[in-house]
């Protein structure tokens, strides 16, 4: 069983700052890649950023400069450091990991319950 669990959602005002956090625990050989993905009311799930073993990057377009993705691989944590943040960035933020548990085992896509983050004046 891995477990993912997430903070630092909430409401924030458009042009602030949120940075959410996501531990992975349980049995865990080894972690392939982590991320961040969002859902907003009726749209569906994407990718906002993704980061590597290796710290290799992903971001979607959109966030582009406004948001960064790092992690304490000691930790088994990823962070999303979110700036300059609009109201279209408002949605469900859900932490993703993608991870053995066992060296001959396969991999899967674990996934955290989600995170509300609400930007609105």
Request: hydrophobic letters at 30%; glycine letters at 10%; charged letters at 20%.
């Amino acid at each position: 069983q891995v477990r993912l669990v997430e903070s630092g959602g909430g409401l924030v005002q458009p042009g602030g700052s949120l940075r959410l956090s996501c531990a992975a625990s349980g049995s865990i050989f080894s972690i392939n890649s982590m991320g961040w993905y969002r859902q907003a009311p009726g749209k569906q799930r994407e990718l906002v950023a993704s980061i590597t073993s290796d710290d290799n990057t992903n971001y979607t377009d959109y966030v582009k400069g406004r948001f960064t993705i790092s992690r304490d691989s000691a930790k088994n944590t990823v962070y999303l450091q979110m700036n300059s943040l609009k109201s279209e960035d408002t949605a469900l933020y859900y932490c993703n990991c993608n991870a053995k548990r066992s060296i001959f085992g396969p991999r899967y896509d674990y996934w955290g319950q989600g995170t509300q983050v609400t930007v609105s004046s």
